[in-house]
């Protein structure tokens, strides 16, 4: 890096490597139930309940799983599930899936919201009353091995279509790339004053670089509309 890019010369000490990175103090990463950086870049991928940020998806589908288990419950408590063909089963946890497979191509923070609570609702409906209320054919054992593994191989699909579809928020970023970007640079080093290689750095001397740059971090380029 250069003078003008981190304040440090051409003496500082390199960066560490991925490995190095692993094995740093918890306190300067993300923070917990964060699951992404919480600079502006990743607010998109962020809800902030009494300004805490927490992890969007995972934070919806904690929400909607326990509301599809409560409605798989009900079903089976008023008509039963039984009374459903496994077409009409099928059809209706695919139907709820639906947002999920397009919010990818419709990046709203809103409609993440819903597509989230969504697809949890649909796994705490589909497992419950997939495991313990029908049985569409037998042994009964492969049926429910069969439940497991659909789910399981639609998990793995609707990720690996978001992951193709979704840019990385710190690609092209001014700052750098998380962990050790200019914005979080101060957190890494303050939580690790003691390590051999970060600790060389001195905290003071990333300071200015990071104020001036944060408002760049904070752009909406390369990122999806909220």
């Not at 459903?84 to 993440?112: D, E, G, I, N, Y």
């Not at 300071?207 to 001036?212: D, E, Q």
């Amino acid at each position: 890096m250069s003078e003008a890019r981190n304040g440090l010369g051409e003496g500082f000490v390199p960066m560490p490597s991925l490995g190095e990175i692993k094995r740093l103090a918890p306190g300067s990463g993300m923070l917990r139930w964060a699951h992404h950086p919480h600079c502006e870049r990743h607010d998109h991928h962020l809800v902030r309940p009494f300004g805490r940020p927490l992890c969007l998806g995972c934070t919806c589908v904690a929400l909607g799983a326990p509301l599809g288990i409560g409605a798989a419950c009900a079903i089976e408590w008023q008509i039963g599930w039984q009374s459903w063909s496994m077409a009409q089963w099928v059809v209706f946890h695919l139907l709820l899936l639906v947002p999920t497979a397009l919010q990818p191509l419709l990046q709203a923070k809103r409609f993440k919201m819903i597509a989230r609570t969504l697809l949890g609702f649909a796994s705490g409906s589909y497992l419950v009353s997939g495991l313990f209320c029908v049985s569409y054919f037998a042994p009964v054992w492969l049926f429910k091995a069969a439940v497991v593994f659909a789910f399981g191989a639609m998990l793995k699909l609707l990720l690996a279509w978001r992951n193709r579809r979704t840019a990385d928020p710190c690609s092209n970023c001014p700052l750098g790339m998380f962990p050790t970007c200019e914005w979080n640079l101060p957190r890494l080093l303050a939580a690790n004053a003691h390590d051999a290689v970060l600790g060389q750095i001195p905290i003071s001397a990333i300071h200015g670089s990071t104020v001036i740059g944060v408002h760049a971090a904070d752009a909406p380029a390369n990122r999806p509309t909220p």
